[in-house]
Structure formats: structure tokens, C-alpha cells
């Protein structure tokens, strides 16, 4: 699978200043419903746009989040510990790009620190920031990836992503349970095959 050029922040912050405005949104809502075959002005679907810009804005509030601000405050004390950082089962809630359709599963991340670690939840916020965009679980396994290698400089980064796609299981084809998995190592993990191999047993351990 090839590697897809992460976003970057400054491009979705961009795309932000530029949003049409809620009125219009709340427009486009209407207009949807219409062509969906309903009235928007019954009284069950009356408040229905209003909802759905309120969601849309909790849904992708990661494009006004800075990856970059998350993994600024390092620390440098870590009294020689010098093993993998693993985060395991941190909730992804995100939005295909092709169908705007949620994808939901976990994230697994680890990091062997160079000279800087950072609060683990932080690593839990960057994943949450890029998920919280109009994605492909590729590109998503890349931005969190490449955010990390890029601020943290450490000696290596493991990501895996696993996840069900409801632009599969509730339209096209219509298989259910049926979860995807992508990974991406770099540096250490990519390097020792034994390293990797810890990393994957703890991820699902």
C-alpha cells in the first residue's frame, strides 16, 4: 500500500478561513433532505439542519487543532529509560473522504524516545486531531506518523490502525464486521523485525 503525503496543518486551516457560512450550511442540510424525498419544514425534521452543522462541527473540529502545539511540550528527564512508549486502544472516530461515512476502530502508537518524550496524552490528541478530518485510514495512519517522527525526533515510530468503515457495511457491498487494518513503522521499528514483532503482540496482547 503506498504511502499518501500527510495534509499539512497550514492547508486545512486554509480550507477553514474560507468556509461558506452557517447559514448556508444549515441551507445545504435543507436541500438534502429535500432531495432525500422529505420535507424539511415538517416538524420532525424542522431542527434536523441546526443538529446536523452542530455535529458536523464537533465531527471535524480537528481541522482547527494543531498537531504540532500537542507535541511541543517535551520533557527530557526520562532517568534512562530507554524501551517503546505503547499506547493501545485509543478510539478512532472519523469520516471517509470518499462517502463521509464514519470509520471507527482504535489506534495503537509507539515510539522508542531519542531525547524527548511527551505526555501520552498528548499522542492520544494527535490522533484524535487527524481523525477528526474527512480521511482514508491510509493517510490517517500517515499523518499520525509522520506528526510524531516530525516533532518528537525519535529513534523510531509504530502505528496500526484497525477499523470498520460504514461506507462498507451499510451501503455497496454490505459486509459487516469486516475491520481494516493499516500499519507503518519508521526508524528502529522498521529496522528490527524483533521490535516490530514486540510492538504487534503488545498492540493486541
Known sequence: ??????????????????????????????????????NPERPGLIDTPKRVVDAYGEWFDGYEADAAKELSRTFEDVTGYDDMVILRDIEVESHCEHHMAPFLGKAYVAYLPGEKVVGISKLARVVEIFARRLQNQETLTNDIIDAIESHLQPKGVAVMLDAEHQCMTTRGVHHRHVSTITTRFTGAFKDDPALMDRFLKLAKA
Open 1 to 38: 500500500m503506498s504511502a499518501t503525503p500527510a495534509t499539512p496543518v497550514l492547508v486545512a486551516n486554509e480550507a477553514t478561513s474560507k468556509r461558506p457560512s452557517r447559514e448556508q450550511a444549515l441551507e445545504a442540510v435543507r436541500t438534502l433532505i429535500a432531495w432525500a424525498g422529505d
